[in-house]
């Protein structure tokens, strides 16, 4: 099929949206191989229907201020595509939100959720509001409003909102209640919930916990195992905290972490005190890690450098975009790094992934590794419907289990002729297929 | 024989002065227009100071200059119509008319009344005079905070009612001020007055009785001022005879026109007729130096930073105000000296011959006795005629039994020096000294006075407001430290921090303090702050707030320990005054530092002592106005800064928590659960109980402890202030009950009501904005953990205006593209336009990295330097949040080492963007300096900055850190205050 061609279409269709288009294009591209392989799919106008959301609501949000004036908000949701499961994605509230940018998260949110292989459609809203600098009430005065417009096109086998930027467990705290009020209901009707009415454990730690257990299957695979293995972490926000605990807990050796400062180097590797002082410094001290080199004698903190340059078996860069550059990906080589996990989002840049590619360095991307958050999203949709909370080792368990079977999606579509696993390949396949199957089994709806 | 005969012709002519015909014209009754906050500190502080007091009970008046204050101009004129007003003196802070239209009408209607313009000292107000018509105005002073300058106004205006009956009648003397800036004039009368009134009391404490007393106050010299050539020529023609000197300056109107050298051909005149009249020449001009020398007369540089101690030399030695020193003319070397009379007694005989007749020629001692008001002697002594005696040593005997049947016949004794202890338990603000008691102590009182005055705060019957026990130490004991410590040398030159502080805990405070000091100590249960309080720092337009240091001392059992650590701290925060960053500030503010004086404040800390530490539950700064309104709040609302713990923390520029009196639930820092992590405070500062802790040093926090907020939750502080992140919720949970991190987030006080924190301080702001008639700042800190069965504290700290500029642009900013200037900010601080700004200095973006912040300071310090010794003024530019302690936020700058710059552009980067530095005192004083202030973000679409355009320039200076560029024509810099627009536009380019 000619891609620039049904490009050219979709900007036509869809002016004012280049978040949305440009998500549509990259997607294209690393798919088209499959796409011009399969006949089915231009006969059953796939791409057409999978560039076309089920559905757009685009409504006013009108409360009142703590001065008793009344604003007006516009707010948004997307129910893009549910062949997997109900709508599920988040709400975002940000005073920079138009609808380009929900259709783009929306068509984004499938593949992410697909990749769990968990029962779960895709959307987004969210509304063009300003959390900061609102009072409690404001905010509650919003969401109950957001609601009145949205509680009849939702529910916990329609469509489940979670949470984005700007809305947290307090935002959906309010949503929920109002949408009790209005439905009568309790029903899992959002994630992110509080831990006391119907949230899941393990979730700020879902994301790193995933990388790691992403990493186990990668090494199992190769029979290997984590114990032993000596990690450089940058970073030491959640996803670093979660990597680091749980990859501690399977018997590896983290030696690094690593803010705008410069790094910290422990070469008795960050364990039991040393990992809870991680939260309290993210805490304390305004992103940077040179206390915890007065907090622990014996370690080193290197001002201004990266933890690049310390030699490692495992990479796991959870900073910030492209701080990992070709330049770093040399020292990784040449220190006898065998495996780079991207913990953030999009740690790597271009030259540097090429490189790895070159030296046989494998290399996952956070498409692939990543996908831990969204599935305790699933996991706590699955504990309302049964209505239990599981233990955090229940939780860890299934989600160990739906890493590990990502990763074995990815080995399946993402090998390579030459016998190498393109991870981004294998993710966006195996992704895009359960959805492409489903459609296709679900008929012309 | 015959010497018997004239010593007692003489010595009947004693008696005969006419005293009681002296200064028959007074002023009675002074009419005031102004805000009652300014009303208050003439009144309160000093009731127009001890001085003009106790001369005016000295001189049988029934009553001191009584003075009527009335707000309005309406008011003024219904007053003028029913009581009998001897002086008009009004402020520019005065309600319901234009003060210079008012003075019109006042002079009109009533011719006779002089009119005084008292104005604060600024540059606004300095262009606002010369663009206003001052034709109805008899005077106008710039008031430096100094209330002697009311005594030194009333003292002029009646000097010059008296002046031709008193010289003529009884040959009072007069000296003679040529001097037509407002500045300076205002400056030297105080200080001139100031010498002879203090030139009198020691001849009181000499053994003169009450009755000459009066006399010597009568016939004290008078000062004369004329503003321009022939005034000045006047004068010295009609009191030729009656001059003790004469001081000038160089530059003034002649013949209706400015002359450069004015004051050269006034001392020529002079000297061609009276060669030996002492004439000080004074000008801005170092070159005059040299025509001065030529003409023999004295030469003082007004740019000098030691200038009013200058003049007070000369002063002493050529008016014939200070000790009387004999010297060798042949050598100039000294031989004797006479501090009085009695000396001049005792001494006579020691005195060679030369010496004696060498001064005895040219007059100098009858000067020095006349300048005393020893008219009788002095006259005696003029017309002494060596050849009437067989020899010299037959003078000597003449005059020592002159004046033994003067001292015989007139003396009556010392009269005992009056202290002040008033001081117990039950009063909250006292006193000790005579002298001003300085600006903040000022402000304490007025705040002690509006708290009774306003029954506003009994709406709180929870809580009680009030001060904190005060005792203010007046600045005559400064000035006594350090004259009799001999500070000023060391004091004004050019010696580090240490060596002055090191020189001045040396000395000696004056011995009558200690007493009070001691009862001080034994009353007060906590422990004491020893806070500055001069009477430049917080007078109106005079921002030196965080300029000098102060000290917190702790309690000990040993009353000794803490009255030595007392007098320690007293004497750091004197050291203080002197210290670099005080000498920058006076530059930039164009003070002058000798004309300062230290009163210090005295008050018990604020708290509770938990353990060995001791701190408020939390202390604050409110604004009535402010700077950075975010919506809804407007500007008018005012905006509160508050912190856990001792005040340290904001003064410091630390995080502290922002809110709105009117939105207090409105709080930008908590947001979300990031940003509250991020932005709100991690630790708090408390004073260290263990005495030892604190030594004399420039570091006024040595006995600070920085504390962790757990600390403050184990002591049960952080129970009003606490809120907890809830880390699997990831949600911020009011209150501590939850577990997990703990965040300072006041949301049990402003969200909860727990305490009517923003109820209190919106009265506070509006009662103290309303009483000053301008916007105000007021410190505080509140005690949530008083005693068993006593009710939580609010305490005022402080209160101070603030500069609030009215004047608007009339040109629309908006209008202008921002691709068209250098520099464009839609939140721009400041109003007004700059047009002498050719410099910009800028820290390189392309290289910046937060962790250099601390290193980038010491080359901007040298290079601020630089441009102030030059008089340039620049735009500087910088990622961050200027002036902030913590580095991480911005170049953690103090205000003296930027203070050349015009216009600060705070400057966000695309990954490092800071909230703007409001909440601290660095930035009080850049935006009562008028310094313009832009907050820009180009990288998010916030503000344009044309750094291809500086980057072009060449670099007149260039390190790794930071870039100095010069325009050859000055870039126009405009703010919009009200719209907070603020532009710099691109320099014109030359033809």
């Not at chain 1, 454990?201 to 190769?222: H, K, S, T, W």
């Not at chain 2, 502080?501 to 001080?520: A, C, M, N, S, W």
């Amino acid at each position: 099929m000619n891609i620039e061609k049904y490009l050219l279409d979709l900007e036509y269709k869809n002016p004012g949206e280049p978040e949305f288009l440009q998500s549509l294009r990259e997607f294209l591209m690393s798919t088209r191989e499959y796409l011009s392989d399969d006949f089915r799919l231009e006969n059953a106008a796939i791409l057409e229907r999978l560039s076309e959301p089920d559905r757009v609501f685009m409504f006013k949000v009108p409360w009142t201020n703590d001065q008793g004036k009344v604003v007006v908000n516009r707010g948004y949701r997307v129910q893009y595509n549910n062949a997997l499961g109900p709508y599920k994605g988040g709400l975002r509230f940000h005073p920079m939100l138009n609808l380009g940018t929900v259709k783009m998260l929306a068509f984004e949110q499938l593949f992410k959720n697909s990749l769990t292989s968990l029962p779960m459609g895709a959307a987004m809203g969210g509304a063009d509001f300003d959390p900061k600098g609102k009072t409690e009430g404001e905010i509650m005065r919003f969401c109950q409003s957001f609601m009145l417009e949205l509680w009849d096109l939702i529910g916990a086998d329609v469509d489940v909102p979670g949470i984005d930027l700007g809305v947290g467990t307090r935002e959906i705290g309010y949503l929920f209640g109002m949408y009790k009020k209005l439905t009568r209901r309790y029903s899992g009707v959002f994630t992110g919930k509080g831990l006391e009415w119907g949230g899941s454990l393990i979730r700020p730690e879902a994301a790193g916990y995933g990388i790691i257990y992403f990493l186990e299957a990668l090494l199992n695979n190769r029979q290997e195992a984590l114990q032993g293995k000596t990690i450089t972490v940058s970073g030491f926000g959640n996803v670093a905290w979660g990597v680091i605990s749980k990859a501690v807990e399977l018997g590896a050796k983290v030696i690094t972490i690593s803010g705008p400062d410069g790094y910290i180097y422990d070469p008795d590797g960050i364990t039991g005190e040393k990992i809870n002082y991680l939260l309290e410094m993210r805490a304390t001290h305004n992103d940077i890690v040179r206390p915890y080199s007065f907090e622990f004698p014996g370690t080193q903190f290197v001002e201004g450098k990266k933890p690049w340059e310390r030699a490692c078996d495992i990479a796991i860069p959870c900073a910030i975009q492209n701080e990992l550059n070709a330049g770093d990906a040399r020292q990784l080589v040449a220190n006898g790094c065998r495996i780079v996990v991207e913990g953030a989002n999009m740690p790597c840049t271009p030259e540097a992934q090429e490189l790895m590619e070159t030296h046989a360095l494998t290399f996952i991307p956070g498409k692939a590794a990543n996908a831990g958050g969204v599935a305790v999203s699933g996991l706590e949709l699955a504990q309302n419907t049964v209505k239990l909370n599981w233990t955090r080792d229940e939780v860890d368990a299934r989600l160990k289990e739906i890493m590990t079977g990502i990763y074995h999606l990815c080995v399946k579509h993402g090998k390579q002729p030459n016998g190498q696993i393109d991870f981004v390949k294998g993710a966006n396949v195996a992704a895009f297929l359960r959805v492409v199957e489903a459609m296709m089994d679900q008929g012309v709806v | 024989m015959q010497r018997a005969s004239i010593n007692l012709k003489y010595s009947n002519f004693f008696a005969e002065t006419a005293f009681e015909h002296l200064m028959q014209h007074r002023i009675h009754q002074v009419l005031l227009i102004c805000s009652t906050y300014d009303a208050f500190l003439l009144e309160e502080d000093g009731r127009i100071d001890e001085q003009i007091f106790n001369e005016y009970v000295s001189l049988n008046l029934r009553y001191p200059p009584h003075f009527i204050h009335v707000r309005t101009a309406e008011k003024a004129f219904e007053v003028l119509a029913t009581e009998p007003i001897d002086l008009v003196i009004t402020m520019l802070s005065v309600g319901g008319m234009d003060p210079f239209l008012m003075a019109k009408k006042v002079k009109h209607k009533y011719a006779h009344i002089p009119i005084v313009v008292l104005t604060p000292f600024s540059r606004e107000v300095s262009l606002r005079l010369s663009r206003e018509d001052t034709s109805a105005i008899d005077y106008i002073f710039c008031w430096l905070g100094n209330a002697d300058l009311i005594l030194a106004i009333i003292k002029l205006i009646e000097d010059e009612m008296n002046v031709t009956h008193d010289v003529d009648e009884v040959g009072v003397q007069c000296v003679l001020l040529v001097e037509d800036s407002v500045r300076f004039y205002s400056s030297y009368l105080p200080l001139i007055y100031r010498i002879i009134l203090s030139q009198s009391k020691k001849f009181m404490n000499e053994g003169l009785n009450e009755h000459q007393k009066m006399m010597r106050l009568r016939g004290r010299p008078k000062i004369l001022l004329a503003r321009t050539y022939e005034e000045a020529v006047e004068i010295y023609k009609e009191y030729r005879d009656s001059l003790l000197g004469i001081i000038s300056d160089v530059t003034y109107e002649r013949e209706g026109k400015k002359d450069q050298k004015a004051g050269i051909r006034l001392a020529q005149m002079v000297k061609d007729d009276q060669r030996y009249m002492p004439f000080l020449l004074q000008s801005s001009n170092i070159k005059h130096r040299a025509a001065a020398k030529e003409l023999k007369v004295g030469f003082i540089h007004k740019l000098s930073k030691t200038l009013l101690h200058e003049i007070k030399r000369f002063l002493n030695k050529y008016l014939a105000f200070g000790d009387f020193i004999f010297v060798d003319p042949g050598t100039g070397a000294e031989v004797a000296r006479v501090k009085d009379l009695k000396e001049l007694q005792e001494k006579l005989f020691q005195i060679p011959d030369y010496s004696l007749m060498y001064h005895f020629q040219r007059d100098h001692v009858s000067k020095w006795l006349n300048a005393r008001a020893l008219f009788s002697i002095a006259e005696v002594v003029k017309h002494l005629k060596v050849e009437d005696f067989e020899n010299l040593d037959h003078i000597k005997r003449f005059l020592f039994d002159t004046i033994a049947n003067f001292r015989f016949n007139k003396g009556r004794g010392v009269i005992a020096k009056f202290y002040r202890e008033k001081f117990d338990e039950y009063l909250t603000f006292t006193r000790i000294g005579d002298g001003s008691i300085g600006g903040k102590a000022r402000g304490l009182a007025f705040l002690n006075m509006i708290i009774k005055k306003h029954n506003v705060f009994c709406q709180f019957p929870d809580v009680v407001v009030t001060i904190p026990r005060t005792v203010v130490l007046s600045t005559d004991v400064f000035e006594e430290y350090m004259e009799t410590n001999e500070l000023y040398p060391i004091a004004l030159s050019d010696a580090s921090d240490e060596e002055i502080l090191d020189r001045f805990t040396q000395g000696h405070l004056p011995v009558r303090i200690h007493e009070d000091l001691y009862k001080f100590i034994s009353v007060v249960k906590g422990p004491i702050a020893i806070r500055s309080s001069s009477v430049l720092e917080d007078s109106h337009y005079q921002p030196f707030a965080g300029i000098y240091s102060t000290y917190m001392i702790a309690k000990d059992p040993d009353d000794k320990v803490v009255l030595n650590q007392l007098c320690e701290a007293i004497k750091c925060v004197y050291a203080s005054v002197f210290f670099k960053s005080s000498k920058g500030y006076m530059t930039a503010t164009m003070n002058v530092i000798d004309e300062e004086r230290m009163g210090i404040v005295l008050q018990e800390v604020v708290g509770h002592q938990h353990g060995d530490v001791f701190y408020p539950t939390f202390s604050g700064v409110a604004r009535s106005v402010n700077f950075y309104p975010i919506a809804p709040e407007t500007a008018e609302e005012g905006i509160v800064n508050v912190a856990m713990g001792l005040g340290k923390q904001i003064v410091e520029g630390g995080v502290s928590l922002r809110f709105s009196p009117r939105y207090p639930k409105k709080v930008l820092q908590l947001s979300s659960p990031d940003m509250a992590i991020k932005e709100t405070q991690k630790t708090f500062y408390a004073l260290d109980l263990h005495a030892e802790t604190f030594k004399p040093s420039v570091n006024d926090a040595i006995n600070l402890k920085k504390l962790d907020i757990k600390e403050g939750e184990k002591h049960g502080a952080l129970r009003w202030l606490g809120s907890t992140y809830d880390y699997h919720n990831n949600m911020i949970r009011d209150g501590l009950s939850a577990k997990g991190l703990r965040l300072v987030t006041f949301a049990n006080i402003l969200k909860y009501d727990a305490f009517p924190l923003a109820g209190i301080i919106g009265n506070v702001l509006e009662t103290g904005q309303k009483e000053m008639n301008q916007p105000v700042e007021v410190e505080f800190a509140v005690d949530l953990q008083p005693p068993a069965g006593m009710l939580p504290t609010f305490y005022l700290l402080q209160i101070r205006p603030i500069v609030d500029c009215k004047e608007t642009i009339s040109e629309k900013l908006e209008a202008i593209k921002p691709e068209e200037t250098l520099i464009h900010s839609a939140s721009a601080l400041g109003n007004g336009i700059i047009q002498d700004v050719y410099d910009v200095v800028y820290i390189k973006t392309d290289v910046f990295n937060p962790a250099n912040n601390p290193a980038i300071v010491a080359p901007l310090e040298k290079l601020n330097a630089a441009l102030n010794e030059e008089h340039r003024q620049y735009v500087l530019i910088g990622p961050g949040r200027w002036g902030s302690q913590d580095s991480w936020l911005g170049i953690p700058v103090k205000w003296p080492q930027i203070s050349a710059a015009r216009v600060i552009v705070e400057l966000g980067l695309e990954n490092y963007r800071i909230e703007y530095s409001q909440g601290t005192h660095f930035f009080q004083n850049l935006t009562s300096l008028r310094v313009g202030y832009f907050n820009i973000n180009p990288a998010i679409g916030d503000g344009y900055l044309n750094t291809a355009c500086l980057d072009a320039l060449p670099a007149v200076y260039e390190d790794q850190y930071l870039r100095h560029v010069r325009f050859q024509q000055p870039c126009v810099i405009k703010i919009d205050g009200q719209k907070s627009i603020g532009v710099v536009l691109m320099p014109e380019k030359e033809d």
